[in-house]
């Protein structure tokens, strides 16, 4: 065993220990904050990317010391969060709580629920017209929808991520149209329903994001998931992945699944030799994420290396015009701008964060406060620089039409009693 196996073993037990942290501090509840991150972000996004460079798939030729720095930063990123989310003091969950109560649902509001369904269903469908149109291959959009998202997004990322939105939104504003709680068939109808929908933006983790967040809805409003049927639920998303990845040509583990998460630390440290190389930018990184808000369509000129990935212009040039860039593990811009200091100070926020989002939503429950937790809480959906504020204000669009004006369901953990306490008002 060289210094690798050794990092990984040690990052392995550093997430183990993590993971029994945040199981006892939520009441023994394995379906939390810490777990979604530990298992998401440092598990899959990290040890096995690293593991996938390092045992499988080094296709981008990184050294032992560039891919050992990475991990180490990876590892510290993930303790600061750990520990900033265990924090007793919050100030974030004030400012955030305020930012909620501004967006406070209204009778009037929330008559207008099935006229911002049809304007979702529009929208979606406005949005695919425009991906078939605007090229003339835009068919591949309904016939092979894999080879139009490697080839066909360039230029036409707006019209891509507008659908996926649309479809997301209208999934979660259906499963909180009715105050009974779908039933199981319905739901299962629903998750075959939008999956299918979802299918057709070519991307492996928009089509999961339905089931799981159906699955994370099931555990907050129908009935807990235990850890056996957790894992269950694991597992088969795991193998409808691998299926996703074979496109019918058979599961091969190491070489299909295992290769697909080896970009993220890979690219990661070559991005990190890159910073050290040409110098920290001092906010320029992340201040490039606003370009995440200007349509190409109206701005030609817009770059095609900003935020997360600032250095791909030099480290892979012309790829990201083409539309299909590498993986990169997120907290990457702030080591561009600021070194370990940056990664240090975001892991602190990101877990400050998260706990005051979680916290927001054990205490109102309402479609708004449940959407802001998919990406903040359980990190099913990547959130960049560039993104979270996207989430934010879809967040408080359906909280305004989906909550329950006049009412507010009091449910908070003690997190040092490791008792859940339920009030009604």
């Given at each position: 065993m060289n210094e690798v196996d050794y990092l990984?073993?040690?990052?392995?037990?550093?997430?183990?220990?993590?993971?029994?942290?945040?199981?006892?501090?939520?009441?023994?509840?394995?379906?939390?904050?810490?777990?979604?991150?530990?298992?998401?972000?440092?598990?899959?996004?990290?040890?096995?990317?690293?593991?996938?460079?390092?045992?499988?798939a080094n296709i981008f030729d990184v050294s032992d010391e560039a891919l050992v720095r990475a991990i180490w930063v990876h590892l510290i990123y993930g303790v600061a969060v750990v520990f900033s989310y265990l924090a007793n003091r919050n100030p974030i969950r004030i400012f955030f709580s305020r930012i909620l109560d501004f967006a406070s649902p209204s009778y009037i509001s929330m008559g207008l629920r099935t006229l911002v369904e049809y304007a979702l269903i529009l929208g979606a469908i406005i949005a695919m017209l425009e991906l078939i149109y605007t090229n003339p291959l835009g068919m591949l959009w309904l016939t092979n929808s894999r080879e139009a998202y490697i080839g066909l997004r360039a230029g036409s990322g707006q019209w891509w991520v507008l659908y996926q939105i649309c479809t997301v939104l209208l999934f979660v504003a259906t499963l909180f149209r009715r105050v009974e709680r779908p039933h199981f068939l319905r739901l299962i109808k629903l998750i075959l329903i939008f999956c299918t929908l979802m299918y057709f933006t070519g991307s492996k983790s928009a089509v999961l994001i339905i089931p799981i967040i159906a699955t994370i809805y099931t555990h907050f409003y129908i009935h807990p998931i235990r850890i056996f049927k957790l894992i269950i639920l694991a597992i088969l998303c795991f193998i409808g992945f691998a299926i996703l990845l074979s496109e019918g040509g058979g599961i091969n583990i190491l070489g299909g699944v295992l290769p697909y998460f080896s970009d993220y630390m890979a690219v990661t440290a070559l991005n990190i030799e890159q910073a050290d190389l040409q110098g920290h930018t001092l906010g320029y990184a992340t201040l490039s994420s606003l370009w995440y808000w200007v349509p190409r369509a109206l701005f030609t000129s817009k770059p095609y290396e900003w935020g997360t990935a600032f250095f791909n212009g030099s480290l892979f040039p012309g790829m990201a015009e083409q539309g299909h860039t590498p993986g990169v593990l997120l907290w990457i811009t702030y080591y561009i701008d600021f070194g370990l200091i940056g990664v240090i100070f975001q892991g602190v926020f990101i877990g400050a964060f998260s706990r005051a989002v979680y916290m927001e939503f054990i205490s109102r429950r309402d479609a708004g406060a449940f959407l802001l937790m998919i990406p903040f809480c359980f990190y099913i959906v990547p959130v960049s620089a560039g993104s979270s504020m996207l989430f934010i204000l879809m967040a408080l669009f359906l909280r305004k039409c989906y909550g329950i004006p006049g009412k507010k369901n009091y449910l908070r953990f003690s997190f040092r009693n490791h008792a859940l306490l339920i009030e009604a008002a």
């Amino acid at each position: 065993m060289n210094e690798v196996d050794y990092l990984l073993l040690t990052f392995l037990v550093a997430c183990t220990l993590m993971l029994m942290i945040g199981y006892f501090e939520h009441s023994r509840d394995i379906f939390n904050p810490i777990s979604a991150f530990v298992i998401m972000e440092l598990v899959l996004v990290g040890a096995v990317s690293a593991a996938s460079c390092w045992y499988s798939a080094n296709i981008f030729d990184v050294s032992d010391e560039a891919l050992v720095r990475a991990i180490w930063v990876h590892l510290i990123y993930g303790v600061a969060v750990v520990f900033s989310y265990l924090a007793n003091r919050n100030p974030i969950r004030i400012f955030f709580s305020r930012i909620l109560d501004f967006a406070s649902p209204s009778y009037i509001s929330m008559g207008l629920r099935t006229l911002v369904e049809y304007a979702l269903i529009l929208g979606a469908i406005i949005a695919m017209l425009e991906l078939i149109y605007t090229n003339p291959l835009g068919m591949l959009w309904l016939t092979n929808s894999r080879e139009a998202y490697i080839g066909l997004r360039a230029g036409s990322g707006q019209w891509w991520v507008l659908y996926q939105i649309c479809t997301v939104l209208l999934f979660v504003a259906t499963l909180f149209r009715r105050v009974e709680r779908p039933h199981f068939l319905r739901l299962i109808k629903l998750i075959l329903i939008f999956c299918t929908l979802m299918y057709f933006t070519g991307s492996k983790s928009a089509v999961l994001i339905i089931p799981i967040i159906a699955t994370i809805y099931t555990h907050f409003y129908i009935h807990p998931i235990r850890i056996f049927k957790l894992i269950i639920l694991a597992i088969l998303c795991f193998i409808g992945f691998a299926i996703l990845l074979s496109e019918g040509g058979g599961i091969n583990i190491l070489g299909g699944v295992l290769p697909y998460f080896s970009d993220y630390m890979a690219v990661t440290a070559l991005n990190i030799e890159q910073a050290d190389l040409q110098g920290h930018t001092l906010g320029y990184a992340t201040l490039s994420s606003l370009w995440y808000w200007v349509p190409r369509a109206l701005f030609t000129s817009k770059p095609y290396e900003w935020g997360t990935a600032f250095f791909n212009g030099s480290l892979f040039p012309g790829m990201a015009e083409q539309g299909h860039t590498p993986g990169v593990l997120l907290w990457i811009t702030y080591y561009i701008d600021f070194g370990l200091i940056g990664v240090i100070f975001q892991g602190v926020f990101i877990g400050a964060f998260s706990r005051a989002v979680y916290m927001e939503f054990i205490s109102r429950r309402d479609a708004g406060a449940f959407l802001l937790m998919i990406p903040f809480c359980f990190y099913i959906v990547p959130v960049s620089a560039g993104s979270s504020m996207l989430f934010i204000l879809m967040a408080l669009f359906l909280r305004k039409c989906y909550g329950i004006p006049g009412k507010k369901n009091y449910l908070r953990f003690s997190f040092r009693n490791h008792a859940l306490l339920i009030e009604a008002a």
